[in-house]
């Protein structure tokens, strides 16, 4: 039996970083990054990666010493005999990963501004064709299971949910953009059903259809549906976990940052971590903070997802206190 097996997307990703991609705030309070159509742009870093929020998840566990593996889907090429062979080498086991050789494994390019922020290319290519029936449900069995996005697929969400159910198989879920646009009346059977549900700032205000100024309002709107615990992160004003009506904020810790890309996995699954080692919230909050910190100083995904588990001295520095 695994300790987690991870449920999502695998994909190979190239992170551009240019100081020449300039920032411009928009009349809504966002950013957008431009640079000059025909131009030559100079780069300053360039790096080949692995991705996607399953394979992010898996190698946070495998790190830890946790026995993990993950379910994704990955093409016949160069790109995903790569992917593969990265995650073989971080201990993360791969005998549940689908090869699509017909297919070209999913592939990312990440523009990175001089700040961190970035703007993702996206190819689905394999990563969209995770088949439910290549799945061996029969010999399914974990302490839990980190499901990222799963291409808007809500019938194998539901299928995962109830396999769980009957194993006694914790969940976490960190949906995508195509589970959440499907909106809250379809997705709240399947969140009650969810142990952690999480979030960024922006997709649970879209989910719960709330004003981008009013947390409070998206919290009570969505923090009755997981079993145990809500998550909503919210970049440099750090994350909120709500559970039992309770809810606690966990402040960043301030180090400059190369890239963001990453870090709700890293999050995320940090905080899983955390619970399969301790289940007291606070304490997963910590774990997940310094597994963000780690990710958000280095250029990849996965290149700064942490070795160890914090110390007791690293954990008071991440500051929680319950809010609001």
């Not at 360039?46 to 993990?68: C, I, M, Q, S």
């Not at 290519?125 to 799963?150: C, D, H, N, Q, T």
Request: charged share 20%.
């Amino acid at each position: 039996m695994y300790d987690v097996i991870t449920i999502g997307a695998a994909t190979r990703d190239a992170f551009v970083k240019s100081d020449a991609f300039e920032i411009h705030a928009t009349e809504h309070e966002q950013s957008e990054g431009c640079f000059p159509l025909g131009a030559k742009i100079e780069v300053e870093d360039l790096l080949l990666e692995t991705g996607g929020g399953a394979t992010n998840a898996a190698v946070t566990f495998a790190r830890l010493g946790h026995k993990a593996a993950t379910i994704a889907s990955v093409g016949g090429d160069p790109s995903g005999h790569e992917l593969t062979a990265a995650l073989k080498s971080e201990g993360v086991h791969i005998s549940l990963l689908q090869v699509m050789k017909k297919l070209r494994t999913a592939f990312s390019i990440i523009l990175l501004a001089g700040s961190g922020e970035r703007t993702i290319l996206v190819y689905r290519g394999a990563a969209g064709k995770l088949s439910s029936s290549a799945i061996p449900w029969k010999s399914l069995k974990a302490r839990w299971f980190y499901v990222s996005s799963v291409g808007g697929d809500l019938m194998l969400m539901k299928k995962i949910l109830i396999h769980a159910e009957k194993h006694g198989i914790k969940v976490a879920w960190n949906p995508g953009s195509k589970e959440i646009t499907q909106g809250l009346p379809a997705l709240a059977p399947l969140i009650r059903m969810v142990d952690m549900f999480t979030l960024n700032k922006e997709e649970a205000e879209l989910l719960a259809g709330t004003s981008p100024r009013d947390l409070k309002a998206t919290i009570a709107k969505l923090q009755g549906l997981p079993r145990k615990v809500l998550v909503i992160t919210d970049g440099l004003a750090g994350a909120y976990a709500t559970a039992k009506g309770k809810t606690l904020h966990s402040g960043i810790i301030d180090v400059p940052r190369i890239n963001v890309t990453g870090a709700g996995d890293s999050f995320g699954s940090g905080m899983v971590a955390g619970l399969l080692k301790k289940d007291d919230i606070a304490y997963a909050l910590a774990v997940g903070t310094w597994n963000a910190t780690g990710v958000v100083q280095q250029m990849g995904a996965k290149k700064g997802l942490i070795r160890k588990y914090p110390t007791p001295a690293m954990t008071k520095q991440v500051a929680i206190t319950e809010w609001p």
